[in-house]
């Protein structure tokens, strides 16, 4: 069964350091989401990624983070100047069709800072 | 914008009990409803989904009802198995084919 897949699992990094947490969507999808889960609460949108540019965005998305999909295959997520309050699980998500068929999840990036 | 309260936020059944979890949703928009279960170190995975022209879907031992008037949805699962125990998600877009919002979550435990 296809699957996205992220890396890395784990990242540790210090406050103020830039990092870059990378997914690859199911390849004929066409919609792509970066989620977080900060430790045993619920799963928070951040942003929604079509057609090359970005469709949507919480709040939380602030000028810290950007999306990219640099080639046909990856979607990262930057975060340029991490806070402490950023350490999260990361998940990455893709559909071929927004809703209609529901939403892959990758097993997450585990984010902390220190 | 949409807003999803899931309750209760933790259930202990016992194995073969049936198990059920409610969300309630705020946006009558709102036209999609899946249910995701998220295992430990895991992403949350897809179960089972229900859209807004039909009442009621089943999958094994598991099922989704929908009321659009009372704006809830709830799942059920028969027959439960200590593999169900997990985290259990609702979510409803915000609207339309707009990004979905999750519920708080649901620690479903089965017990042996």
């Known amino acids: 069964e296809p699957e996205v897949t992220q890396t890395p699992s784990h990242q540790v990094t210090q406050m103020g350091q830039e990092v870059i947490l990378r997914c690859v969507p199911i390849s004929n999808h066409l919609y792509f989401y970066w989620y977080r889960q900060i430790l045993g609460q619920k799963v928070e949108f951040l942003v929604s990624?079509?057609?090359?540019?970005?469709?949507?965005k919480s709040e939380i998305f602030d000028d810290q983070f950007s999306v990219e999909r640099p080639d046909g295959s990856n979607f990262t997520l930057k975060i340029r100047s991490t806070k402490l309050e950023d350490s999260a699980m990361y998940f990455c998500?893709?559909?071929?069709?927004?809703?209609?068929?529901?939403?892959?999840f990758g097993s997450g990036t585990r984010l902390t800072v220190v | 914008g949409e807003n999803v309260e899931q309750h209760p936020s933790t259930l202990s059944v016992q194995e073969g009990d049936s198990a059920v979890i409610k969300c309630t949703y705020s946006d009558s928009a709102s036209n999609y409803f899946p249910w995701y279960k998220q295992e430990l170190g895991k992403g949350p995975q897809l179960i089972i989904d229900i859209r807004s022209n039909v009442g009621e879907k089943k999958d094994q031992r598991i099922a989704v009802t929908l009321n659009k008037t009372a704006k809830h949805f709830s799942l059920h699962i028969t027959e439960t198995q200590p593999e169900d125990s997990a985290v259990y998600f609702c979510?409803?877009?915000?609207?339309?084919?707009?990004?979905?919002?999750f519920g708080k979550g649901t620690r479903l435990s089965v017990i042996a």
């Open positions: 990624f079509y057609n090359n540019e970005i469709s949507e």
């Open positions: 998500a893709s559909s071929y069709t927004g809703n209609y068929y529901g939403y892959t």
């Open positions: 979510a409803a877009p915000r609207s339309g084919n707009t990004p979905l919002v």
